[in-house]
Nanobody, 118 residues
Framework: QVQLVESGGGLVQAGGSLRLSCVASASIFRPNVMGWYRQAPGKQRELVAS???????YYADSVRGRFTISRDNAKNTVNLQMNSLKPEDTAVYYC????????????WGQGTQVTVSS
């Protein structure tokens, strides 16, 4: 069973920063691309960043240059450093494995709420 636990969200003013963390079970973390997703009210969940096991990163256009994804394979952790936050970044943020998401077999944790005030 895939276990993913997100943390680090909160309320921040526009222009501020937050750092999200996700801890995964070791068996599923190390070989897989890990991704951060978000879902805003009334919108579909979207992939905002992902990183391969060897450190190659992908960013959605909306966050490129502001967000930085990183992973610590020794701690089975993937992080998302979010800078220059905007109100439109407000959403529940989740981590997951894109391979499972794209195959419609992913289960989702509770996520962590990020709220950016203007």
């Amino acid at each position: 069973q895939v276990q993913l636990v997100e943390s680090g969200g909160g309320l921040v003013q526009a222009g501020g920063s937050l750092r999200l963390s996700c801890v995964a079970s070791a068996s599923i973390f190390r070989p897989n691309v890990m991704g951060w997703y978000r879902q805003a009210p009334g919108k579909q969940r979207e992939l905002v960043a992902s990183m391969t096991s060897v450190g190659s990163a992908y960013y959605a256009d909306s966050v490129r240059g502001r967000f930085t994804i990183s992973r610590d394979n020794a701690k089975n952790t993937v992080n998302l450093q979010m800078n220059s936050l905007k109100p439109e970044d407000t959403a529940v943020y989740y981590c997951n494995i894109p391979r499972l998401v794209n195959g419609n077999i992913a289960s989702w944790g509770q996520g962590t709420q990020v709220t950016v005030s203007s």
